[in-house]
Structures are given as C-alpha cells and as structure tokens.
C-alpha cells in the first residue's frame, strides 16, 4: 500500500511483526510494520467492522435452533469424543482439564461422567453457557465441570491444565480459523508435557468425478424452455468459483487414492504457520473418466494417554460415515477426460484472509500428465477459491 509521510492508517491485522495489512482512503494493501508508529483510535476507527465477526459467529453458537443439535445429532463426531474419553479413563483420574468451546458442555459432561477428573473447565464465549450451566447441575456434574463463560483468550484459571480437549475443526478443516484460540490456550494454560485433543489433523484431497453436480448446473443451460441461452455459458461458471460445501462424494468417483496433503500437530504448529499453508500431492488415477476437480476432507488423531494405548481417530471422508461437515468440493472450470495410469501432480495453498481472519482461500494448480500409447499430454489448471472472504 502506497502512503506518505503524515498518513493515517488504519491497521487491520498484522500477520507478521514486519508486514502489516492496513487501510488508506478505501485501499486496502501491506505495509511495512517498521514505517509506520501507533496513534489512538478514533470514533471512525471503532465503527470498523470486526474482522473475526465475533457477535455474527457466537450469536450463531448462542441458539440451539441449528448448530447445537446439527453437531450433537453427527454420531461419528460425538462418539469419537465420547470414545476418547472412555479409552483414556484410566490415565484422566485426577487430571485437570480444559474443553474449549463446550458449547452445550457434552465433552465435559463426558469426561464427568465416564472418567474421574479432578475438574473440567468447560469455557465458551456464547450465550449458550447459560444453558449449560444449567446442563452440567442437571446431570449433577457441578462438582467436576466449572462453566467459564467468556472468549477463551481472555479468560482466567487457576492454574495450568493437564488435557486440552477441544471440537475446533471447520469446513475444510480451518475455516473459521477456531484453531487459533486452542493454539493460544496451549500455550497459556497447557502444563509442560500436557495432552492435547485432537493431538494432530490432516486434510485430504482426491481428483474426482462430479458429474451429477456438473450436469445440474451446467446442462439444464443448453436449452431451457427451447430457448438460445448460450451468451450465459461464460456467466454458469459462476457456480463454480467458491467451493461446494457439504458435498457428498461418492466413492466411485474417487477418480484415485486420497492423499494427506496438509498436516497439522497440535503440540508444535504456531499462529503465524495457519496465515499459509501449502501442500503438495501427485496422483494417479486409477480408473478412467471425467476430471472434474477435487474433493477436501479431513481427519483428526487424538493420542493416547494410556501405555501402549491406541489413537481414537475421527475420519470425516468418504469411506466412513458422513459427518455434518460432509465434504468439500472444488469444481475445475473445465472437465477433462482422464485414464487409468495418468497423473495428476500439483500443490494446494490456503492462504488466510489477512482481514476477515475467519476466511481463507483456497488456490489449487495442478498438472494433468498422460501417457497413453497414441500420444503424451501434459494439461495444466489453476484456481482460486473464496471461503467465503
Ligand atoms: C464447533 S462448536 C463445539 C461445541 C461443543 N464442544 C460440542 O462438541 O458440541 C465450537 C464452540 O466453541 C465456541 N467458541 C469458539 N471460539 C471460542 C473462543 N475463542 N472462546 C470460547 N468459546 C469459543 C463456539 O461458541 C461454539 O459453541
């Protein structure tokens, strides 16, 4: 961002302590951390909106209507905590612990109820801990599970925790970027040699066919009501220009076998590592059909305490049961027809919002290399999508 001497700037994150992302007269760009120095707020620099929308997003997590009992009502995500719990009762006897964002205070209720902790701080920002305050003396936790009502960033304890449990992941894994506040709670409240759960994650990524998707959005164009709408053929790839959330893959369309393509441990990955993340994949397919882009899930490990004990994993892909987060599809432009033996090699990029710090995107480049006995091709694509920001 280009400024003078003089001009006043308004700085909306600073993603590293040499480059910040600041505003001037409506433009918005990076500039220099080391040129500029603070002056105090104004009233026209308070009516800024927020960049984590926190009101929007803990008013979201306040109600029961959707979120709550989408998440309670998602099995596989539920029992795997429950799971968790249960496999680790023994080693979780008298240990202090922490469940960021409890929400409606089931993990916490969990671990009262199938171990014996000496406390759970159950903490959360919405107004849902009025509820479950009201939760945790109905099933007669009071004496285990202490509900903390505010951001976690702020709160206070009495001292430091043995386990940080915590259900933070999002579409996509990231997105709306939760993994912060756990990432700055495990360095604030997390004893020395502490558990952390989920203890490491992974997104996974796979070419795939699409073609029910395609055909719904692409061929009822071709001729609707015996009408000529080819001068909007440009305009329909519109519909592919942010990511399909909550797409359900089925596994045929598996265009290859699913690679891990970011990973995450929750012991040593800092805030500064999610502003980008890059990943690198090369596939090849395995059976013949129709490129149509990628496929995104993700999969999270929590370790064992217990000696020689096995890691509880929670896999939200196609081959186990759907989750509410399902998956996340990311539609090429154009499909390409590819065959068994093919490759297809690239990377992935997800490069937070350095404002809207909920959001990301997601840029994908990939090169399609064949081999086949008539001739040897190489196609390339490249593309970026909005999460929503
Ligand atoms: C994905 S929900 C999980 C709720 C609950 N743990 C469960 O498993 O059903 C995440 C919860 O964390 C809360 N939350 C998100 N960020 C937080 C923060 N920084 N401090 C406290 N609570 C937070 C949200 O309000 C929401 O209720």
């Known amino acids: 961002l280009a400024f003078a001497n003089g001009d006043r700037l308004l700085v909306h994150a600073k993603p590293s302590s040499d480059w910040w992302w600041a505003e001037l007269s409506g433009v918005i760009g990076y500039i220099p951390a080391s040129h500029v120095c603070p002056g105090g707020a104004t009233e026209e620099d308070t009516s800024m909106p927020d960049p984590w929308q926190d009101e929007e997003y803990f008013d979201s997590y306040g109600t029961l209507q959707k979120l709550h009992l989408e998440m309670l009502a998602d099995r596989s995500r539920t029992e795997a905590y429950r799971q968790v719990i249960i496999s680790n009762s023994a080693s979780l006897k008298d240990k202090v612990m922490m469940d ?78 939760m993994v912060e506040s756990v990432l700055l709670a495990r360095d604030r409240w997390l004893k020395e040699g502490g558990v952390m759960w989920p203890s490491s994650a992974a997104l996974t990524l796979v070419p795939c066919q699409a073609d029910s998707y395609f055909s719904e959005k692409m061929h009822f164009w071709e001729r609707p009501y015996g009408l000529d709408f080819t001068p909007l053929s440009l305009a329909q790839q519109e519909f592919f220009t942010k990511p399909k959330f909550s797409y359900l893959i089925d596994p045929t369309d598996c265009l290859s076998t699913p690679c891990d393509v970011i990973q995450l441990d929750m012991y040593t990955l800092q805030v500064k590592d999610l502003e980008e993340m890059h990943g690198h994949f090369q596939f090849w397919i395995d059976r013949s059909g129709t490129f149509h882009g990628f496929t995104a899930w993700f999969n999270v490990d929590f370790k064992s305490m217990e000696p020689g004990g096995t890691a509880v994993q929670l896999d939200t892909g196609p081959h186990s049961r759907p989750t509410h987060w399902k998956q996340t599809l990311f539609m090429s432009d154009r499909p390409v027809s590819v065959h068994e033996g093919d490759s297809i090699s690239g990377s992935i990029v997800l490069h937070r919002n350095p404002v809207w710090r909920r959001h990301m995107t997601v840029s994908l480049h990939w090169n399609i290399n064949s081999s086949s006995k008539d001739a040897s091709s190489c196609q390339a694509g490249t593309k970026s999508f909005p999460m929503w920001r």
């Open 100 to 177: 960021l964002g409890c929400g409606t205070g089931i993990i916490s209720l969990f671990c009262a109820q199938l171990a014996q902790p000496s406390m759970v701080y159950a903490v959360e920002a919405s107004s849902m801990a009025e509820y479950t305050k009201k939760l945790v003396k109905q099933n007669n936790c009071e004496e285990v599970v202490s509900v903390l009502q505010g951001r976690a960033e702020e709160i206070e304890l009495p001292g430091q925790v043995d386990v940080l449990v915590s259900e933070w992941m999002g579409n996509c894994l990231l997105f709306e970027f």
